[in-house]
């Protein structure tokens, strides 16, 4: 299949539609975390509909002193491999087709959420992503559209968007591809030198020590709950060595500092390490929140939460996530 270059909204209006249309927005720069995006838009849309992924570097969302010049674009590879994961069209405009009035006076705020983490990290930046957002649904025109889940405060708010301005699009939300060794894939990655890398593996190592924290947090709460309730069954079940495992277990899930404190202490350990490396990470934040507004969740919190850090290693800036599950629901995602 050959998927189609459009670079205006006349030529991509002008495709006769069959089935649902799945858009899949980008900057270019395309990598294997893209074509995964690309694949679940092909499976959404269904062999009869269609599959748009959009080329776009939008200038609004890069504040001073940011790397909009040096964003790597690299639009004939960026086609090829969206032809390969299953687009049907690759629409790529300039800036004067996104904004023909020049920067639009008029754009879509992101409001609250969008002034922490990453807002406050990168002020106005969402205004930007939202506004660029909101246009390419208008010229796109889609039923669905794709977003990874590694950026995943500007998920929440695009479908915060959708749902306060009555889109009336859906929103999917794709998993974070790694490299093998863990790292989040990003178009950024390429940026970074072999050393800078090594240290770059820190924010999700720093995840992942957050996210084996809780889930062995729970499982010893888990078995906490076995204990016999009574003095006779404890006894009784002493005679097979069970009372003790399970004394044992309630003891450090009780001793053990848990919930959403000790998620977070557990990453730190791992970046506080970092910092110390050479090239060191320059941690931005490391936040523990609540996906729904992404303020910080507190210990007594129960339900989804995303464990988030964003760092800086050498010039290149990186953020990545993962979600985890407290209280009743269960145990990390």
């Not at 975390?33 to 200038?59: D, K, S, Y």
């Not at 039923?143 to 301005?165: C, E, P, S, T, Y």
């Not at 495992?245 to 053990?256: C, E, I, L, M, Y």
Request: negative net charge.
């Amino acid at each position: 299949m050959t998927a189609a270059l459009l670079s205006t909204a006349e030529e991509l209006h002008a495709r006769v539609r069959h089935g649902r249309r799945a858009v899949v927005m980008t900057m270019g720069a395309l990598h294997e975390g893209h074509a995964t995006l690309i694949r679940t838009a092909r499976e959404l849309a269904g062999p009869g509909g269609e599959v748009v992924v959009t080329v776009f570097v939008n200038p609004l969302q890069f504040g001073a002193g940011e790397d909009l010049d040096r964003y790597p674009r690299t639009l004939e590879a960026d086609l090829k491999l969206a032809e390969q994961a299953g687009a049907d069209a690759v629409f790529a405009p300039l800036v004067d087709e996104v904004y023909p009035g020049g920067e639009p006076q008029v754009r879509v705020s992101a409001g609250p959420m969008g002034a922490r983490l990453e807002g406050a990290s990168r002020p106005g930046h969402f205004d930007g992503v939202l506004t660029v957002v909101a246009k390419l649904l208008h010229l796109s025109r889609p039923d669905v559209a794709l977003f990874g889940q590694k950026d995943a405060q500007q998920l929440a708010l695009i479908r915060r968007m959708v749902r306060d301005l009555n889109f009336g699009i859906e929103i999917v939300g794709v998993p974070t591809v790694r490299e093998e060794d863990g790292l989040a894939l990003s178009s950024r990655n390429r940026y970074l030198s072999p050393d800078e890398r090594r240290t770059a593996l820190a924010l999700s190592r720093a995840l992942f020590a957050g996210r084996d924290r809780h889930a062995a947090q729970e499982a010893l709460r888990a078995r906490a709950r076995e204990v016999p309730s009574t003095r006779a069954r404890a006894e009784a079940l002493s005679a097979i060595g069970e009372s003790r495992a399970a004394a044992d277990a309630h003891a450090v899930a009780t001793a053990a500092p848990g919930g959403p404190a000790a998620v977070r202490a557990a990453a730190r350990q791992v970046l506080d390490e970092a910092v110390r490396l050479d090239p060191p990470l320059q941690l931005d934040y490391l936040a523990l929140v609540d996906p729904s507004d992404f303020t910080e969740i507190g210990d007594g919190f129960t339900g989804e939460a995303v464990l988030a850090v964003a760092a800086r290693v050498g010039t290149t800036r990186l953020i990545d996530n993962l979600p985890l599950t407290f209280g009743s629901l269960g145990a990390a995602s």
